[in-house]
T-cell receptor, first 111, second 116 residues
């Protein structure tokens, strides 16, 4: 199976919260990342979490990490149409600068 | 704009032709990365440079692929004898490097290659 797995699509109504989930297989993963990719653009790092943390909050974004279950989630509060994009989960191991990406979750925000 | 730039943005070529892409990183960044992204997939690592030294190459980087960063600034990625399976978005990223454990990569907009 894939090293990093995500559901492919998520549709939410504007103003609601979005939760994008990710699972990974490698227990030695040290850093876990969320990237955003808008159409025709490169990837933008949204946030990351170190594996000894279980939560990180940054404005409308909340990252939760369950290391035991190797599960990572990204919650976007008050989702806006401008949040419509593909969101990639990624992991890297200590000493490596190279993240392994999931296939991405396409977030569609409708009015 | 002082972000990562890539040229060209789109390239259409015939099978068997050679193509070369260019990446200009953020000026003070000493690490530069190349990724390939196909439709419906996340980026896959190809290779990375620290200054002019190519430090790591993925097994995805067949002998038809070569990358250079001759002066530690811009980089080129060349694909020889292109195949239809090479059709993808080629992404470049750069980072500051140094001793930070988390080395934030800034991505360019990519070069979309179509091999007919």
């Amino acid at each position: 199976g894939e090293d990093v797995e995500q559901s492919l699509f998520l549709s939410v109504r504007e103003g609601d919260s979005s939760v994008i989930n990710c699972t990974y297989t490698d227990s030695s993963s040290t850093y876990l990342y969320w990237y955003k990719q808008e159409p025709g653009a490169g990837l933008q790092l949204l946030t990351y979490i170190f594996s000894n943390m279980d939560m990180k909050q940054d404005q409308r974004l909340t990252v939760l990490l369950n290391k035991k279950d190797k599960h990572l989630s990204l919650r976007i509060a008050d989702t806006q149409t401008g949040d419509s994009a593909i969101y990639f989960c990624a992991e890297s191991k200590g000493g490596s600068y190279i993240p392994t990406f999931g296939r991405g979750t396409s977030l569609i925000v409708h009015p | 704009d002082t972000g990562v730039s890539q040229d060209p943005r789109h390239k259409i070529t015939k099978r068997g032709q050679n193509v070369t892409f260019r990446c200009d990183p953020i000026s003070e960044h000493n690490r530069l990365y190349w990724y390939r992204q196909t439709l419906g997939q996340g980026p896959e690592f190809l290779t990375y440079f620290q200054n002019e030294a190519q430090l790591e190459k993925s097994r995805l980087l067949s002998d038809r692929f070569s990358a250079e960063r001759p002066k530690g600034s811009f980089s080129t990625l060349e694909i020889q004898r292109t195949e239809q399976g090479d059709s993808a978005m080629y992404l470049c990223a750069s980072s500051f490097g140094g001793t930070s454990s988390t080395d934030t990569q800034y991505f360019g907009p990519g070069t979309r290659l179509t091999v007919l």
